[in-house]
């Protein structure tokens, strides 16, 4: 019998938007500066005129066309009536007393929908964590920004914002050198908004973010992982695995009833090989559920060989999983012993953003909860 496979379920055009309206203008971030120029052209605008829009938006941050000096006040005041530069704003923040992190929660202006991203500073510079979509219809179980399902793609010009508004509230001359598309969202799911948006965020005239310096994290959408690899962008990829089998993974991520492990481990192995990079491997650590020792060989086996890295996560507790709970030091330190004992490359990530719950869409959560009384 013909075995037929399930495939998420399209998601509607309204809900995978290439660009939203705000206040019935046209946003100008996501724009590249192609776009941009073909927009001043047909105005009659020299050519070098969407360089300096392109600078305004993607270096400088501008909000207002007026500040725009360089730019005629006859065209300032033309853009003005038609397009804004920018299409989100800060709702909140939050700061963590002891690390160098900043939790944002930011509205997109087109529709009012609340995503989060996090600024991290560490001895290597500063990092950016976004949001590719409003919530996630992945249903990890562990995950906060999956609880109240997914309302829509983001579009490239507001995953590109959240970096911009962000470098705005960094020291002058320091900017951010890491994007991590580890925000809410299955960026794989927006792939086309996600590409164009990582686009954006290198192009050494905005935020020159290095593509190597640009990580983008997947539940694991295989399609997607493929057609990453023949992109020839030398991006690095991160796998959200956590778990060795399908038995296991499928309990913690639907998503494996789709693509199980196996599967995943072969998109991985041939992503590795077309691009020559090292894959980071994902794997949260939840006491008594994936963090034994046994399960960490079994993890070392699947991975043997490959070119790939563990970056262990002991997982941040989410308040609606009141069962999953973080494991001890001691716990964690021993599954990685075991990686490393089978020669896998293996780190324990820094905890962040645990005390202001950086932890996954849980300030969000707090917010939409408390708008909706
Ligand atoms: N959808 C993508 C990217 C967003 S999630 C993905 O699944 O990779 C980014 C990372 O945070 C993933 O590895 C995810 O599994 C992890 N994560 C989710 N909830 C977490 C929690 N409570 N504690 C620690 N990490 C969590």
């Not at 005629?72 to 299409?87: K, S």
């Not at 948006?197 to 290198?202: E, G, K, N």
């Not at 060795?244 to 789709?258: A, G, Q």
Request: with cysteine; aromatic share 6%.
């Amino acid at each position: 019998m013909p075995q037929t496979r399930m495939e998420l379920p399209v998601l509607p055009a309204s809900r995978n938007p290439r660009e939203l309206p705000v206040d019935g203008k046209v946003p100008l971030v996501g724009k590249t500066r192609e776009e941009l120029a073909a927009l001043l052209t047909e105005w009659g605008e020299p050519a070098y005129r969407a360089t300096q829009l392109f600078q305004w938006i993607y270096q400088k941050g501008a909000r207002e066309f007026s500040g725009m000096t360089n730019l005629p006040l006859a065209l300032r005041q033309r853009l003005a009536e038609v397009a804004v530069p920018g299409c989100a704003a800060e709702e909140m923040r939050q700061r963590a007393a002891t690390t160098r992190t900043t939790k944002f929660l930011f509205r997109l202006l087109a529709d009012g929908a609340l995503v989060e991203s996090v600024l991290m500073g560490h001895n290597y510079g500063w990092s950016a964590c976004l949001s590719t979509q409003v919530g996630c219809r992945m249903g990890c179980a562990f995950c906060a920004s999956t609880l109240g399902g997914l309302v829509r793609n983001l579009t490239p010009g507001e995953i590109v914002d959240q970096a911009i508004l962000m470098q705005k509230e960094l020291p002058p001359g320091q900017r951010i050198g890491h994007v991590v598309l580890m925000g809410s969202g299955e960026p794989l799911e927006n792939y086309d908004n996600v590409l164009k948006a990582i686009r954006l965020l290198h192009d050494p005239g905005g935020l020159n973010i290095g593509y190597r310096h640009i990580t983008l994290s997947t539940a694991g959408l295989v399609p997607g992982i493929r057609r990453l690899a023949a992109e020839g962008l030398p991006i690095t990829l991160a796998v959200s695995l956590h778990a060795p089998n399908d038995e296991l993974r499928s309990r913690l991520m639907p998503v494996n009833r789709l693509w199980p492990v196996a599967e995943v481990v072969a998109a991985v192995r041939e992503y590795a090989e077309r691009t020559g990079r090292r894959v980071t491997i994902e794997y949260i650590l939840i006491e008594a559920v994936n963090d034994t020792p046994e399960l960490a060989a079994e993890l070392a086996r699947l991975l043997a060989g490959m070119l790939v890295h563990v970056n262990l996560i002991p997982m941040n507790p989410v308040a609606e999983r009141p069962q999953f709970r973080r494991p001890g030091p001691e716990r964690v330190r021993r599954f990685a012993e075991v990686l490393e004992r089978y020669g896998i490359s293996t780190t324990v990530r820094r905890e962040m953003g645990g005390e202001i719950e950086a932890a996954c869409g849980q300030l969000r959560n707090r917010v939409v909860r408390r708008h909706r009384g």
